[in-house]
């Protein structure tokens, strides 16, 4: 004869289980989420920095032609080491740039990850959740039938 008591309190101890489980794949996730939008700020800033060290350049070499054309036989070598120092620092953006979008591919893989195992987890704590209501139903059931069963005790008295 099962125990339904011993069942429902396992069931509630499993619920309790699968809850802190959903709650720390809940954490997690929110953490992965928040390295993403780290990761995500991370790649807009690179991405500004381009676009402005682009602009200086672009800008130098307005100024070249322009206003410090009749001044380059002075400038020349200044004008250079500007041009070159924005070149490296550019091209060093430019790389660090497909790091930053690696580490957001990065990022996003692991949010999908941290997704993935919360839904399991929920699903998980649902399944709990409904062996607990499954086992206090039967305890009930149980009880009642043990109440129907019980007659009432008859006294046999001596003669």
Known sequence: MPDFARQLHDARQLKRLRELRERTA????????AALQAAMRALQERQDMIVRLQNERH????????????????????????????????????YALLE???AVANAQAKV????????????????????????????????EARAER??????????
Do not use: C
């Open 112 to 143: 999908g990850r941290a997704r993935q195992a919360w839904l399991a987890a929920v699903s998980s704590h649902g399944a709990a959740t409904t062996l607990v209501g499954d086992a206090g139903q039967a305890l009930h059931r149980d009880r």
């Open 150 to 159: 019980e007659d009432v005790p008859t006294f046999i008295l001596p003669a």
């Open 100 to 102: 930053d979008k690696q």
């Open 59 to 94: 800008d130098l070499a307005r100024r070249v032609v322009g206003e410090l054309a009749r001044d380059m036989p002075r400038l020349a070598s200044y004008v250079s080491a500007m041009q070159a120092k924005l070149d490296d620092q550019l091209e060093r953006a430019e």
């Open 26 to 33: 809940l954490n997690a996730l929110r953490g992965a989420e």
